[in-house]
């Protein structure tokens, strides 16, 4: 049974979970978590390549028997967070802190390693254990660079390995402990990055007459934007623009050349991709030339939305009721965060899953990215029975 596998290992998974929080490294840095990781691999058997895209592990666990090959996909970045718990196991490092819960995923995923090695015997095909860098980004601003996960494939983790299925799970405090979700279809949005540039005519803050003030249009451009999601984009669709920056001037009698504004937009599926693209656009450009201002749009793209498969999804979905009866399965929630396990979700079928980690009283624990943010470490049980429960029934002969 699994659930007696968890018990003997939860000890340690909580041990592993509260050594990382105190040691949190952030995107493409994540040495010493990865040095953990390689070392518990190589003694439970598994075949450990290191250093891929920077810091990221590879573990196989080849049973000798021809099957499917599972990626079970983990991330193990911080973020550039001050911690403020009064937890006696807090961040070390200051200015550093797991405030996503990427410690509790290293700790799952080790302990499936060990069920997974247990039963190695009754398995067939093989099992991937990736565990990424950088699922957070390596960066702010638009210049952002590629996060873990396409780092990951671009260094041809794919074609070596051939997965045939990709599964991951998030521990999520926004969900009481308990629940579980299983969404087929788009989980999370797809997000990109906005920047637009307001290029004006700056002056004396004396003389608007002889100036063209970028201030003032980006000020009309940002008010604009919000009829997009308003009045361009249909009542069922669900969609977000946000922005979070707006930068111009240096002097109070100045009215300067140029303003920025920078935010995010939230999609799901390529044509609302397009129209809130196009009507971003069209928006700036327009209100700025009326404004006598002229404006440079840019939008990237971080990552696109999570697709599940119906097909995975059902195969989760059954193992979760056969290993875990008393979790209860939500399978109609969507967030409009953002994951990079989207790029491995692009090119193999698969499943992401929320595990609900919020506690048992709504709201009692901070949210992601809070410096107050900490998860109901039951909940790591919970994602254990669920992968490791699925991995088994997919793989066993
Ligand atoms: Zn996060
Ligand atoms: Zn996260």
Redesign the pocket.
């Known amino acids: 049974m699994i659930k007696d596998q968890i018990n003997a290992l939860y000890e340690d998974m909580v041990a592993v979970r509260r050594d990382l929080h105190q040691h949190p490294e952030l995107a493409f840095q994540e040495i010493r978590t990865a040095g953990v990781i390689a070392a518990e691999l190589r003694r439970l058997g598994f075949t450990v390549e290191e250093g891929i895209a920077v810091t990221g592990v590879i573990g196989m666990l080849d049973s000798g028997r021809s099957g499917k090959t599972l990626l079970l996909r983990f991330?193990m970045d911080a973020l550039p967070v001050i911690e403020a718990t009064d937890l006696a196991y807090c961040s070390n490092h200051p200015g550093v802190m797991h405030a996503?819960?990427?410690d509790g995923h290293v700790a799952v995923g080790l302990a499936i390693a060990s069920i997974l090695s247990e039963n190695k015997d009754s398995l067939q095909g093989r099992v991937l254990m990736l565990f990424q860098p950088a699922?957070?980004g390596s960066g702010t601003g638009i210049l952002k660079t590629t996060g873990g996960a396409e780092a990951m494939i671009l260094a041809g983790v794919l074609q070596k390995y051939a997965p045939d299925e990709a599964v991951a799970a998030?521990l999520w405090n926004g969900i009481p402990t308990g629940e579980v979700v299983i969404h087929a279809g788009a989980i999370m949005a797809g997000a990109d990055q906005i920047q637009i540039t307001v290029n004006g005519r700056g002056g004396h803050g004396a003389q608007p007459q002889l100036t063209a003030d970028p201030v003032l249009a980006g000020a009309q451009i940002l008010a604009a934007l919000q009829s997009i999601v308003s009045r361009n984009v249909s009542p069922q669709d669900t969609v977000v623009i946000s922005i979070t920056m707006f930068h111009a001037g240096e002097a109070v009698n100045v009215i300067p050349a140029k303003a920025v504004l920078q935010g995010t937009m939230r999609t799901f599926g390529q044509a609302s991709h397009e129209l809130i693209a196009r009507r971003i656009t069209e928006v700036a450009t327009q209100v700025a030339g009326a404004m006598g201002c002229t404006a440079d749009v840019q939008i990237n793209r971080i990552a696109p939305a999570v697709e599940n498969s119906a097909r995975v999804c059902d195969e989760i979905h059954k193992a979760v009721i056969r290993h875990a009866p008393h979790l209860n399965i939500d399978t109609n929630k969507i967030l409009m965060v953002s994951e990079d396990m989207a790029f491995f979700l692009q090119k193999i079928p698969g499943c992401y899953i929320l595990i609900g980690a919020g506690g048992t009283q709504p709201g009692s624990l901070h949210g992601?990215h809070h410096p107050g943010f900490t998860f109901d470490e039951e909940a790591m049980r919970h994602a254990v029975l669920a992968l490791a429960g699925y991995a088994l029934d997919v793989l066993s002969t």
Request: charged share 40%; with cysteine; hydrophobic share 0%.
């Open positions: 991330d996503c819960g990427h699922e957070e998030h992601h």
